[in-house]
């Protein structure tokens, strides 16, 4: 019930943004229309399908992967970190109340406002100017949903991390200069990862959580594969999540222990 | 004009190069965070060309001279006014006011408080990235083709300066304006570095030749390459980018002159 109201507040807080909402969701359209134009002109070259994607599943993947930038918030700026050097932290730590578990609720109100808006422009936009893909099977749906919501946790995860570097580095920059370089090449934002030989993506699918932000949900909603294919997707995405949440309470665990408060 | 570069910007530069260098371990990890982000502006390209044999009707040594060109550019135009970028921040703050009442360009003043050193990594990636990506096209090297090869880079860095700095310009009339700027001038990154033909009609009218963002890469690479434009631009054109600069510098200053004039304090 605590948790509910972290989330109405990270949605609260996130709606009083209307107009760099607006902005954002501009700036997703120009690079959908730059990056849809790019890799359909790749699939052009070789017959109208490239790895596996045709010429609509591009498309689709493109813009809503666009979308979705904004659903699992891929660059927010590090404000825990900013929090922990400038010792703000403490007030949190003060709370009677488990800090991972309340971000992740902040998060998640956040994720809601941004489905209905930074999700819905993209992909109004991209229906407008190509043809997009519409899911042949009704499965997909429900699939697609459960994917948005674990990869929303797993890139919660992932800036956690990053940001709880603080803890031991106080400036959290080189952590948060290899989560950028990492989950744009690895999540499958820049291209599909299966335009990279197959041993390799499928390693970095498995390995690494960045795929499972970006890369598998895209998969999931373009119907790559089989049904029973989809679900295998989910659950790698299932797996990471229960990881990072794992590695983040051990880390806050740490983290709080070795909390040196910067005066002031 | 020189003696004031010197004596006002001089030790300005000098400052905030030292206080960047003061955390060591952090500069470190932030210029190899740029020279990696360098390196990785070409890797997109051999990954396409891994599943597409041309683009376009582009070879991949082709596409390869265009995107070379178009980061050598970005990476100096990041390098000088990047930071502009942060003018809304410095506008809500209120941290404008102060840079406005000192006898030194605005502009200027920003750029150099703001310089990032770091991103030195990235133009230094980039100038050797264009180098092999020029052996790889084995152009026949003229002497104006050489003069091209030094001049591109430099006029296309003008062109995203300009765009860095008309972009931010907009925070003048509305701070909230967030990411807006991303879109044309990392997205102008990405829209230079693959031929125009690839683009939509209107979406390319309005980014190649509104903006100018044809003259940072394609029209130089092709000059370069001696190839005709499929999209039938007389040939030779690539060396009209220096003017496209300018032009594009002007309108940027004339914006960021009327911004200047049109801001209102927010009085924190």
Same mark, same amino acid.
């Given at each position: ?264 | ?108 003043? %920003?750029? @150099?408080?703001?310089? /990032? =050193?770091?991103? $030195?990594?990235?133009?230094? &990636?980039? *100038? +050797?990235?264009?180098? !092999? #990506? ?13 003069? %091209?090869? @030094?001049?591109?880079? /430099? =006029?296309?860095? $003008?062109?995203?300066?300009? &765009?860095? *700095? +008309?972009?931010?310009? !907009? #925070? ?20 230079? =570095? ?75």
């Amino acid at each position: 019930m605590r948790y509910l109201v972290y989330a109405v507040a990270g949605f609260r807080r996130y709606a009083t943004y209307r107009q760099a909402t607006l902005a954002a969701v501009f700036t997703n359209c120009v690079f959908g229309f730059l990056r849809s134009a790019l890799l359909l002109a790749v699939a052009g070259a070789s017959a109208g399908a490239v790895a596996g994607y045709d010429e609509q599943q591009l498309a689709t993947f493109v813009w809503v992967g666009q979308g979705l930038i904004g659903v699992v918030s891929l660059w927010s700026p590090p404000e825990l970190a900013d929090r922990i050097r400038s010792g703000d932290v403490v007030a949190d730590l003060l709370r009677p109340i488990d800090l991972v578990w309340q971000l992740l609720a902040m998060d998640l109100g956040r994720a809601t406002f941004a489905l209905m808006t930074r999700l819905v422009g993209p992909i109004v936009v991209g229906a407008l100017a190509f043809d997009l893909f519409a899911p042949r099977r009704f499965s997909t749906y429900p699939l697609f949903a459960c994917s948005l919501l674990l990869a929303t946790v797993i890139c919660f995860g992932c800036r956690y991390l990053v940001n709880a570097a603080a803890y031991w580095l106080l400036d959290a920059r080189g952590p948060q200069i290899a989560w950028t370089l990492c989950n744009g090449v690895l999540g499958g934002l820049y291209f599909p990862l299966w335009f990279l030989p197959s041993g390799a993506a499928l390693l970095i699918v498995v390995a690494t959580p960045f795929p499972s932000i970006i890369q598998l949900p895209l998969d999931i909603l373009v119907e790559r594969g089989s049904p029973e294919q989809q679900v295998v997707l989910l659950s790698v995405q299932a797996v990471w999540v229960i990881v990072m949440l794992a590695v983040c309470r051990a880390v806050q665990r740490r983290g709080e222990r070795r909390l040196v408060l910067q005066g002031g | 004009m020189d003696s004031r570069w010197l004596t006002a910007y001089g030790p300005l530069v000098r400052a905030q190069v030292r206080s960047q260098a003061q955390y060591r371990a952090s500069f470190v990890i932030d210029v190899a965070g740029s020279v990696l982000f360098g390196v990785l502006d070409v890797v997109a390209v051999f990954v396409l060309f891994r599943v597409s044999k041309t683009l376009a009707g582009f070879t991949f040594a082709d596409v390869f001279l265009m995107t070379a060109l178009a980061n050598c550019a970005f990476a100096i135009a990041d390098l000088l006014v990047g930071n502009v970028e942060r003018l809304r921040v410095y506008v809500r703050s209120g941290l404008l006011d102060a840079v406005l009442v000192r006898p030194l360009g605005v502009l200027t003043q %920003l750029a @150099v408080m703001d310089v /990032a =050193a770091r991103r $030195v990594g990235r133009v230094v &990636v980039a *100038v +050797g990235v264009l180098i !092999v #990506a020029a052996v790889n096209a084995g152009l026949a090297l003229t002497a104006a083709r050489l003069v %091209l090869l @030094v001049v591109a880079p /430099a =006029a296309g860095a $003008v062109i995203f300066s300009a &765009v860095f *700095v +008309g972009t931010a310009s !907009v #925070a003048f009339w509305w701070i909230e304006s967030g990411e807006l700027g991303n879109a044309l001038t990392y997205g102008g990154h990405d829209f230079t =570095a693959y031929p125009m033909p690839i683009y939509g009609t209107v979406f390319r009218r309005l980014l190649a030749y509104g903006l100018g963002f044809a003259f940072v890469a394609y029209y130089p690479a092709l000059a370069l390459l001696d190839r005709r434009d499929p999209l039938g631009a007389p040939a030779g054109l690539g060396y009209a980018s220096p003017l496209v600069a300018a032009l594009v510098a002007a309108a940027a200053g004339l914006c960021w002159r009327r911004g200047v004039r049109h801001y209102r304090s927010t009085g924190s």
